[in-house]
């Protein structure tokens, strides 16, 4: 499967989280390293985690949109939508379990994304950002089509201190040919 400009979208649908997709994505944080890698805490408890996920379903925030990713019929990780500011939202996405890293299943999501953002929820403009000390993500964002607008704040990735690196990236961005 490929998006509009040829690039593999690795079979990637995203969907409304489903009470299911709870134990998935917490079984996720039994593995101490994917907890570093996506900035999870290492202190719950598997069934604290559990716990956690199943409230984020069954009531999540009202300024959250997070989606499920599947792919092959498995639950692949999930992307956000998060803001509430009118026409603008923040691009979130994870790629669940450690295995499935590195495989285009993160610039598969953030592309889906995108579309649901722009083509679903009629956004205007959508921004990101990732830690500079995390490369993949910051080529993901950058192969989106997605512009560096800033520095943002400081933060931590895999025990380093590093910052944000902040993007964007308009409705007439996505739509114009080739990017998206």
Same mark, same amino acid.
């Given at each position: 499967?490929?998006?509009?400009?040829?690039t593999p979208t690795k079979g990637v649908l995203l969907r409304p989280l489903e009470p299911g997709d709870?134990?998935?994505?917490?079984?996720?944080?039994?593995?101490?390293?994917?907890?570093?890698?996506?900035?999870?805490? *290492?202190?719950?408890d598997p069934a604290e985690r559990r716990e956690r996920w199943a409230e984020l379903v069954a009531d999540?925030?009202?300024?959250?949109? *997070?989606?499920t990713a599947v792919a092959g019929g498995?639950?692949?990780?999930?992307v956000d939508l998060h803001g509430s500011e009118p026409g603008r939202r923040e691009?979130?996405?994870?790629?669940?379990g450690r295995a499935r890293f590195g495989k285009g299943l993160g610039t598969a999501m953030a592309r889906q994304?995108?579309?649901?953002?722009?083509?679903?929820l009629g956004l205007d403009e959508v921004w990101a950002e990732a830690a500079d000390a995390n490369p993949a993500s910051v080529r993901i964002l950058q192969r989106l089509g997605m512009t560096e607008t800033g520095r943002g704040g400081d933060t931590w990735h895999l025990d380093r201190?590093?910052?944000? *690196?902040?993007?964007?990236?308009? *409705?007439?961005e996505w739509e114009s040919p080739g990017v998206s």
């Open positions: 499967m490929s998006s509009p400009d040829g709870a134990p998935v994505m917490a079984a996720w944080g039994d593995d101490l390293l994917f907890c570093d890698e996506a900035g999870w805490s *290492r202190d719950l999540p925030p009202a300024d959250l949109l *997070r989606l498995e639950v692949v990780g999930y691009l979130g996405y994870l790629v669940g994304g995108l579309d649901h953002a722009f083509g679903v201190r590093t910052f944000h *690196r902040q993007f964007a990236i308009t *409705r007439a």
